[in-house]
């Protein structure tokens, strides 16, 4: 028997977090599946997926026609069906601001050095830029290829959450790290990285800047070279001729030299 065409008018979208309920009601244990909620960040609202304890996965939520496109690129990604949810993971929130300290990350399926090189990059601090040289050297692969160690970033699963937006090229430019390039600015523009000082240091040649005052350098990004007073900044092209003049590097930014 045909339905009237006008019950399809009643047709309204599922409650935020119901097919896991029902799930749950008929004993479908969660870790056989992952979730997923939409969250407020500083550069518009995003989809974070995650199950099992850690964050399997994160995009903007107009990179997507509508849910069901994400659900199907995150099922073709991972292999895992990804549900609406409703509770976030335990520090979404602070890591959204800047601060991800307790997240666990789960990034599917990719190479261990491409993991390792994903994990080095979470520890680029929050406003700063730093080189494929410098994620190799911290993932304990400092034999790594450039375009390997850039291929890895492009790979992330996890943009905003996972700063793959603070990779620089060698000389010190915000580098392509895979993701819409409005979207690489306005994270960098949040954190305050300062584009035009960036720049000025580029067209310099300073890929390091010392302290006159202290005999260290740093990254440029680095907080401690932004506190350097003009007359005292000591531009370097390279960590062995900040090390030939007699600086030592940055314990906080560890430059090539430390």
Known sequence: MRLPDEL???????????????????????????????????????????????????????????????????????????????????????????????????????????????????????????????????????????????????????PVLVPAHRLCTDDGLPADCGLPAGFERRLREWEGVDAERVERFVRAGARFLGSGTTRIFCYPTCAHARRITTRHEVPFTSADEASAAGFRGCLSCRPAVV
């Open 8 to 158: 399809d008018t009643l047709r309204e979208a599922a409650p935020a977090g119901f097919a896991a309920r029902v799930l749950d009601r008929v004993g479908v244990p969660a870790h056989r599946y992952d979730c997923y909620v939409r969250a407020d960040s500083p550069v518009g609202p995003l989809y974070v997926a995650h199950g099992r304890g850690a964050v399997t996965g994160a995009a903007a939520t107009d990179w997507y026609d509508d849910d069901r496109a994400f659900e199907d690129s995150y099922r073709a990604r991972t292999g895992r069906s990804v549900l609406s949810g409703i509770k976030p993971p335990p520090g979404l929130a602070r890591a959204l601001r800047g601060r991800d300290r307790t997240l666990r990350y789960a990034f599917g399926p990719l190479a261990n050095e491409q993991r390792a090189v994903l994990q080095a990059t979470r520890a680029i601090p929050f406003g700063q830029l730093r080189p494929a040289a410098w994620l190799a050297r911290e993932a304990g692969m400092p034999g790594l290829a450039p375009e390997t160690v850039v291929a890895a970033v492009r790979a992330n699963p996890v």
